[in-house]
């Protein structure tokens, strides 16, 4: 079940390309009920796979999801 909620999430992620990541965070808990902690687990996750960056506050999308 994780594996789909994580490639769920980065899909989204990858259609805003860039969003603030307190925003980000606030929206998939209210949206999916993910806690922070959760979220930001993912987001370390997922810049050290190369999928985003993070800098100054902002997520940026920059490697495709592969299926």
Do not use: H, P, Q
Not at 12 to 34: F, H, P, Q, R, T
Request: aromatic share 10%; proline share 0%; charged share 35%.
């Amino acid at each position: 079940m994780k594996r789909g909620r994580v490639r769920a999430l980065l899909k989204e992620l990858e259609g805003v390309k860039e969003i603030n990541v307190s925003k980000w965070l606030g929206d998939i808990a209210v949206k999916y009920g993910i806690r922070r902690a959760t979220a930001l687990e993912y987001l370390r996750e997922w810049e050290d796979g190369g999928y985003i960056t993070i800098d100054n506050g902002t997520v940026k999308f920059v490697k495709n999801v592969e299926y």
